[in-house]
């Protein structure tokens, strides 16, 4: 069993940045490929970016235009999101998810096939 943990998340100004870090807890996290998703008020919840295990992989949703990078450092168990230009239309709740499927270089940007999900935390952008 994973437990992700998400942090980073605030409120910042247009143009600004941040930096998201999704701890996880118990076996297996380092193998498996992990996402990020977002969901904004009264809008279904949306993949950012993923990365494989290794992090040899990565995707990224087409609206972000490269400002965002996804990370992992397997080491601390931890996947990052560094965002960058940051918009109001950015502003939701963003959410770590880890899709148990060890050794996986498949990057997956469905919210099905992830089986462990975060709280998520808050992101505000001021315009």
């Known amino acids: 069993q994973v437990q992700l943990v998400e942090s980073g998340g605030g409120l910042v100004q247009a143009g600004g940045s941040l930096r998201l870090e999704c701890a996880a807890s118990?076996?297996?996290?380092?193998?498996?490929?992990v996402a990020w998703f977002r969901q904004a008020p009264e809008k279904g919840r949306q993949v950012v970016a993923a990365i494989s295990w290794s992090g040899s992989t990565t995707y990224y949703a087409d609206y972000l235009k490269g400002r965002f990078t996804i990370s992992r450092d397997n080491a601390k168990n931890t996947v990052y999101l560094h965002m960058n230009n940051l918009q109001p239309a950015d502003t939701a709740v963003y959410y770590c998810?880890?899709?148990?499927?060890?050794?996986?270089?498949?990057?997956?940007?469905?919210?099905?096939?992830?089986?462990?999900w975060g709280q998520g935390t808050q992101v505000t952008i001021s315009s």
């Open positions: 118990g076996r297996g996290f380092s193998s498996y490929p």
């Open positions: 998810a880890a899709r148990g499927s060890p050794y996986n270089d498949f990057v997956a940007y469905a919210a099905g096939d992830y089986d462990y």
